[in-house]
Structures are given as C-alpha cells and as structure tokens.
C-alpha cells in the first residue's frame, strides 16, 4: 500500500479514486491519434487514469478502443500523441520492461494452447522473473478457481475457464496497471463475482473496456465513452445512476 497522504497536499486524501490508493502509477494519454492509411481510428485523443485509480471506457465497436488499449500497452504505435506511466513516456522509446508493469487481457489470451494450464503460467512466470513462483502459481490458481484443471492442456478448457487462465496470467506478475479488454466475455457468474473482489480488491490502475455498461459503471471511479475515434464523454461514475448512464451512452454512442 501506498503512503497515502504523499499524494495529497498536506494531508488532504489523494484523489486518485474511490480507494485512494496513490502508490500505483498512472496512465496519461495526451492529444493520442492513430491512422490506418487515411482511416483516422483515434482522433488527438486525452485520457487521465489516475494513479490506483479505475475508468471504465465505453463505445460502440470500431469506436478505436482495442487500438487506444494497445498503444498503452505498447504493442501498437501511435501515429501522434503521447502516452505516459507513471510520467514516464512510453511512447517516445520501445520500453523493455513495459510488459513487467502491464497485465493485460483481451481476446486474445496469450496462452499456449498445447500447454497446460500450470506450464503456462510456469512460462509466464519466469518470462516475468515472478518470485516465490510455484506460490504465487497455486495461489492465483485458487484465485480463479481453476486448480483442479491446472494439468489440462489449455486448448481443452472451455471459453470462459480460458478467460479465467488469462486473468492469472495477466496477475501473475503483480503488475501495477490492468489494461482489461471484455474480461467478462464467457464468465459465468462466479467468475463474474471472482473477478469484480479481484479487481476492487487492488492497489492497482485499472482501464477497462466493456459493452457492460451496468457492470462497469458500478466497478469503476470514471467512466468514458469513445465513439469514432474522439472521446466524447467522461464523468465520475458515482455520480450517474444506470438508467442516467444508459441514457448518455445512446446520446453519444452514435
Ligand atoms: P474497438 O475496439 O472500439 O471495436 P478498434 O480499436 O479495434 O475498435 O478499431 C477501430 C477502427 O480501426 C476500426 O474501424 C478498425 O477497423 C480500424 N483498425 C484497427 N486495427 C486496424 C489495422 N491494423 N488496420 C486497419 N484498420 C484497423
């Protein structure tokens, strides 16, 4: 846990969300646009995810929400635009150890589908130096309820058990920001709870995406809607109700 008032100014708590937690770094996206060709995917795009803090983004499909998640991780680059962690500019240099400080899960799982379960993360545990890493395995294991299957080879697990495996992995490091495309995709209601004490649970900064937006709004401190490229609206999240947020999305979401 992070020393709490170091982030706030003498003694004011940090506003860095719902839980305070300052000791996670934060994610700072300024003027970001991607282009394919002469297809604009994002347009001078500005996202503030504070430190310990958790927005969940909204938008309808190809509203460039894959492509914004992808930058931050990395793993795609932008065309213009700036991306930092922690102040840290990750856009300017290729950073080695940006996956060590990133959990991130999308629809694609990162897992070896020969493999078992437990080599896997076996795998992704000494990818990422993990220490005490057969404790850390079977804790994470136990986490998302899957130690009875941790011999199986991955590509016998059923969709929503290998979205359970892909949050491990995504976990496995302790990394301190979450960047979760549709985790909920083929969760089944105990999973869906797992993964809701899991993710408020944390000291981390979490970037969701989801088209639930019941569920995010509910899990997150902010929330954002993208729509075509441009970020078209952003709020607290406790101050909308569900029905209000429903509302605003089909206003904006068009
Ligand atoms: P979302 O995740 O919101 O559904 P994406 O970020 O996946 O949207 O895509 C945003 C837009 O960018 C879409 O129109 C998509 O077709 C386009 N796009 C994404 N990746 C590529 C690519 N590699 N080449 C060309 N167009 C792409």
Same mark, same amino acid.
């Given at each position: ?164 495996? +892909?949050? +491990? ?65 952003? +709020? ?19």
């Amino acid at each position: 846990m992070g020393d709490r008032s170091a982030a706030g100014v003498a003694g004011t708590p940090a506003t860095s969300g719902a839980h305070g937690v300052a000791s996670a770094p934060g994610i700072s996206v300024r003027q970001l646009t991607k282009t394919y060709g002469r297809f604009r995917a994002l347009h001078r795009v500005d996202l503030e995810v504070a430190p310990g803090s958790f927005l969940a983004l909204f938008g309808p499909n190809g509203a460039g929400k894959s492509t914004l998640l992808g930058i931050i991780a990395g793993l795609v680059r932008p065309s213009r635009g700036q991306v930092f962690l922690d102040g840290e500019e990750i856009t300017k240099d290729r950073d080695e150890n940006l996956g060590k400080r990133i959990g991130a899960l999308s629809y694609q799982t990162y897992l070896y589908d020969e493999l078992t379960v437990l080599e896997n993360l076996r795998f992704y545990g000494r990818l990422f130096g993990v220490e005490d890493r057969e404790e850390r395995i079977e804790s994470l294991l136990s986490t998302v309820g899957m130690e009875s299957r941790s011999g199986s080879p991955v590509r016998t697990l059923s969709r929503g058990m290998r979205q359970r495996v +892909a949050l +491990a992995r995504a976990l496995l490091h302790d990394p301190d920001i979450l960047l979760l495309d549709e985790p909920y995709s083929g969760l089944d209601q105990d999973a869906m709870v797992m993964l809701k004490t899991v993710l408020t649970a944390r000291n981390k900064t979490i970037l969701l995406v989801t088209h639930d937006l019941v569920r995010g709004l509910e899990s997150a401190d902010r929330v954002a809607i993208l729509n075509r490229g441009r970020l078209v609206f952003e +709020a607290e999240a406790r101050e909308l109700s569900a029905s209000d947020f429903e509302q605003t999305y089909r206003d904006h979401a068009v």
